[in-house]
T-cell receptor, first 112, second 114 residues
Framework: GDSVTQMEGPVTLSEEAFLTINCTYT??????LFWYVQYPGEGLQLLLK?????DKGSNKGFEATYRKETTSFHLEKGSVQVSDSAVYFC???????????FGAGTRLFVKA | EAQVTQNPRYLITVTGKKLTVTCSQN?????MSWYRQDPGLGLRQIYY???????DKGDVPEGYKVSRKEKRNFPLILESPSPNQTSLYFC?????????????FGPGTRLTVT
């Protein structure tokens, strides 16, 4: 079945460091891919998305490119801030559009 | 304000005592879904609903029931809760169809079953 694998955390970085969180997926057909972010005590909110191969999603300085050849959707940010500390989830929406599969989540800590 | 609301936000109960967690959205979304979040496992889908009176099982439906009698509400029912259902629960909604619409999540309900 469809699945999402993302790097284990926690990831601890200093402010202004470069961030990469790896995400790979297994799916049939043509899934859409998402990154969601969860701040402490809150629900998930969409960070960015990509609907087809080679699409790049971007938002708030974060970006990720849908790579079908490597089945990956790695999240990157050039310069993290303390306010980016949160849990990040990679997810796919299956081709039928009715099921979203989430990765286990990666907790990011950014130190001032 | 467009939102998904859940109640209660926190609940401590005992094994076997039936409970319902309510979920309501004001965005006229047809699709709604319930997830549970457990450490190291991410979010796992319990049930989803494509529209009123249309529901289907997700990946972990055992021990849960749902109903969808109106578009805005999608309650999660635990008829006989057990300690392994202690978890953080999220309700979500989105427009239907094949387009990659984002899901809108509620604030979560933390359930403890003793």
């Amino acid at each position: 079945g469809d699945s999402v694998t993302q790097m284990e955390g926690p990831v601890t970085l200093s402010e202004e460091a470069f961030l990469t969180i790896n995400c790979t997926y297994t799916a049939t057909g043509y899934p859409s891919l998402f990154w969601y972010v969860q701040y402490p005590g809150e629900g998930l909110q969409l960070l960015l998305k990509a609907t087809k191969a080679d699409d790049k999603g971007s938002n708030k300085g974060f970006e990720a490119t849908y790579r079908k050849e490597t089945t990956s959707f790695h999240l990157e940010k050039g310069s993290v801030q303390v306010s980016d500390s949160a849990v990040y989830f990679c997810a796919l929406l299956n081709t039928g559009g009715f099921k979203t599969i989430f990765g286990a989540g990666t907790r990011l800590f950014v130190k001032a | 304000e467009a939102q998904v609301t859940q109640n209660p936000r926190y609940l401590i109960t005992v094994t076997g005592k039936k409970l319902t967690v309510t979920c309501s959205q004001n965005m006229n979304h047809e699709y709604m879904s319930w997830y549970r979040q457990d450490p190291g496992l991410g979010l796992r889908q319990i049930y989803y609903s494509m529209n009123v009176e249309v529901t289907d099982k997700g990946d972990v439906p055992e021990g849960y029931k749902v109903s969808r009698k109106e578009k805005r509400n999608f309650p999660l029912i635990l008829e006989s809760p057990s300690p392994n259902q202690t978890s953080l629960y999220f309700c979500a909604s989105r427009p239907p169809g094949l387009a990659a619409y984002e899901q809108y999540f509620g604030p979560g309900t933390r359930l403890t079953v003793t």
